[in-house]
């Protein structure tokens, strides 16, 4: 009787079990959480065991100590072996009291200790990009890989996907909590649906980092091309795209920019999910209270109008691929042969590495194994000397197609080019000509802007004998490569151009 260190109650199968259950969880923990300070690459599903998994069974087992001393209570109770109050009596002088008490006092402040860096370390953990866009690996893979190759390669994904606040971080938690089900169930959307619906407004993202009125003036951007021609010829346009933001205090139009200077608000409805069809644009002046409605050619009826849900115009609405931008073959092709990774020696280089990214095929592995037997069947076949003469040249090449395909294709998740729009140009998507496609008139008669030096001005354009470099301010009349007559004044370029061969 007088050598039990702890109170009598404690003395049950349940209590020790979940004492026990809590030591070892809290020994693991250790030795885990001091790995996960000291390495420095760890596997996604070590975090989530470390501070997702484990408190669960840490929290359990010190929730089954008092849950078996309630229960053996009971029991003593109504077999009326001994005599207990019903609270205990706290007396120091009592050995086995004191134990307890102490060990409750310090494993508190223990827990309690550990529970803070925990959460803390939890905390950053969920909001990382290694769970966002590894964990569920199979799911994220192409939003992650796109994400890797971009400009916000180092910022985070919920930087524009949570963005900072307690209110959001509570959704995103909660919408969290479905995705990860659905991951796990695997019942999620292939692909997974654009717009999306509920992103929070730029505002509130975006312009934590660029803001804008830091977007001024002009940039210099050179777009690369290569003909599918047999010499893959080489056509780069350089242009000033006008990235500035109109008149910060007047608000007065002019440049890219000035869809989103503070002093205007433009609200579009859409015919599409998509927001790809536009028939209708309302411009407010924020000073005068000014409204300036345009209507296309195809217009809505008055009663569209009124039910139409209309958007207020943000980041977004043209920058909705700024981190998964997922290449056509045509441009991916185009970037690898400008920055040399992949060669414009071989004759039909292009034609033939474009063709071999667009087949359509099940999974990424025989997508690969395709690109390969293609490619080296085209050259065995059509240039039967160079096949065998160039051959590290064109496992080069095949190495860089592929790196192309792995890169902007994901046939598992069917995530390509063609399913996501990219607003931003006019060149394999409608973009800015939605509503600038020169048919958006306003009852006035006056036109959304059409004319090609009010957003960029080319100052070269071509290669070789036929490199034009501009002299004057206004730059160069564009000059189509191939004769397509006058066909590129009337038609938009991407009614040809669609991410392959025109
Ligand atoms: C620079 C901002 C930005 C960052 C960083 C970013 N995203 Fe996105 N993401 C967006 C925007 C904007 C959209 C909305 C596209 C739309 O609605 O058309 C989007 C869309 C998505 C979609 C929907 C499918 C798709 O491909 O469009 C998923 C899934 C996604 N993001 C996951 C992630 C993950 C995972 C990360 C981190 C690895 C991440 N995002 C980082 C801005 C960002
Ligand atoms: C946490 C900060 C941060 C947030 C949030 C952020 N960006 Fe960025 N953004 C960057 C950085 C850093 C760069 C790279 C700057 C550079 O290369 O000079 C960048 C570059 C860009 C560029 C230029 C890309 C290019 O091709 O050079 C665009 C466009 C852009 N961001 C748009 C957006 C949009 C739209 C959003 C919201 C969906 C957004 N950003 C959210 C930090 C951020
Ligand atoms: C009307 C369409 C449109 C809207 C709306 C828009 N942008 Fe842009 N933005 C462009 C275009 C076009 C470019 C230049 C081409 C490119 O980046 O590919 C550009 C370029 C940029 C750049 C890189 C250029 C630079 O000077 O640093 C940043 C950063 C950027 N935008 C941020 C934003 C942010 C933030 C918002 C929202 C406040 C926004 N944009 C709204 C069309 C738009
Ligand atoms: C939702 C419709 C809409 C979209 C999409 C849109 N714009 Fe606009 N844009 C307008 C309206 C409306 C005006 C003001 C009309 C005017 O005064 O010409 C305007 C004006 C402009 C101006 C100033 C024109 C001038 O006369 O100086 C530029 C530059 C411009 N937009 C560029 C772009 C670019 C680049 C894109 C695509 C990245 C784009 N816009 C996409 C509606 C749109
Ligand atoms: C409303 C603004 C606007 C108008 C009008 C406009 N463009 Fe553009 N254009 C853009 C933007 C923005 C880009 C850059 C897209 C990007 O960075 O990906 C672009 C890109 C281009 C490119 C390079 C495309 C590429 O991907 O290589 C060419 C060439 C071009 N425009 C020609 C024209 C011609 C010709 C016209 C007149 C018929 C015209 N543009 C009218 C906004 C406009
Ligand atoms: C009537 C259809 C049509 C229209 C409209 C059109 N193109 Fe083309 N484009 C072609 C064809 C066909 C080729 C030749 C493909 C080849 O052999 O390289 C081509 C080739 C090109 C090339 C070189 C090869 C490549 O694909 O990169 C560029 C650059 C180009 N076009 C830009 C534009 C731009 C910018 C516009 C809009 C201002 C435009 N095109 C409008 C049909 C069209």
Redesign the pocket.
């Known amino acids: 009787m007088t050598d039990r260190k702890l109170p009598r109650l404690a003395y049950n199968r349940v209590s020790i079990l979940g004492a026990f259950m809590a030591l070892v969880t809290m020994l693991i923990m250790t030795f885990l959480y001091v790995i996960d300070v000291f390495a420095t690459d760890t596997n996604p599903y070590f975090g989530i065991f470390l501070y997702m998994v484990l408190p669960v069974f840490l929290v359990l087992g010190l929730v089954l100590i008092p849950l078996g001393m309630i229960r053996h209570w009971r029991r003593w109770k109504k077999t009326g072996l001994a005599e207990i109050p019903t609270w205990p009596i706290l007396d120091l002088n009592n050995p086995s009291q004191r134990n307890a008490t102490l060990i409750f006092f310090f494993g508190t402040l223990l827990f309690l200790g550990a529970t803070a860096v925990g959460s803390y370390q939890a905390y950053h953990f969920s909001e990382s990009v290694t769970f966002c866009g590894k964990v569920c690996h199979a799911v994220m893979k192409p939003e992650h890989t796109a994400y890797m190759h971009s400009p916000h390669a180092r910022v985070a994904c919920v930087s524009c996907h949570v963005g900072p606040g307690a209110d959001w971080f509570a959704k995103s938690k909660l919408s969290g909590a479905y995705q990860v089900y659905a991951a796990l169930a695997n019942v999620y959307p292939r692909p997974i649906g654009t717009p999306i619906e509920n992103l929070r407004p730029a505002q509130e993202t975006c312009e934590q980092c660029h803001w804008p009125q830091k977007l001024f003036g002009a940039q210099q951007?050179r777009?690369d091309?290569f003909i599918y021609d047999s010499a893959n010829t080489a056509w780069p346009?350089d242009?000033l795209?006008k990235v500035g933001g109109g008149d910060f205090r007047s608000g007065k139009v002019y440049d890219?920019h000035w869809h989103v200077n503070p002093e205007v608000q433009i609200e579009y409805i859409a015919r599409d999910k998509k927001r790809q069809d536009i028939p209708w644009v309302r411009v407010t002046d924020k000073k005068t209270g000014a409204e300036t409605v345009y209507q296309s050619d195809s217009p809505f009826t008055a009663e569209e109008i009124t039910a139409g849900q209309k958007r207020v115009m943000d980041c977004v609405d043209c920058h909705n691929r700024p981190s998964h931008i997922y290449n056509s073959p045509d441009h991916a092709i185009d970037m690898a042969m400008a920055s040399g990774m992949l060669t414009t020696s071989l004759p039909d280089m292009k034609r033939v590495a474009v063709e071999a990214m667009l087949g359509e095929y099940e999974t990424e592995e025989q997508a690969l194994d395709s690109i390969e037997a293609r490619i080296l069947a085209y050259y065995r076949e059509n240039h039967e000397s160079l096949a065998a003469d160039r051959t590290g040249d064109l496992d080069r090449a095949v190495a860089a197609v592929q790196t192309e395909f792995a890169r902007n294709i994901f046939p598992e998740m069917k995530v390509r080019w063609s399913v996501y729009p990219d607003n931003?140009?006019?060149?394999e998507w409608p973009g800015?000509m939605r509503c600038?496609g020169g048919k958006h008139t306003s009852a006035s008669g006056e036109t959304i802007?059409?004319?090609?030096r009010?957003?960029?001005t080319i100052r070269a354009q071509g290669s070789g004998d036929r490199r034009q470099v501009a002299w004057t301010e206004e730059g160069l009349e564009?000059v189509h490569p191939v004769d397509i007559d006058e066909a590129?004044?009337e038609m938009g370029c991407f009614e040809c151009h669609s991410g392959q061969q025109p």
């Open positions: 951007r777009y091309h346009i242009m795209i890219i931003i140009g006019h060149q800015c600038h802007s059409h004319d090609c009010s957003c960029h564009f590129w004044r």
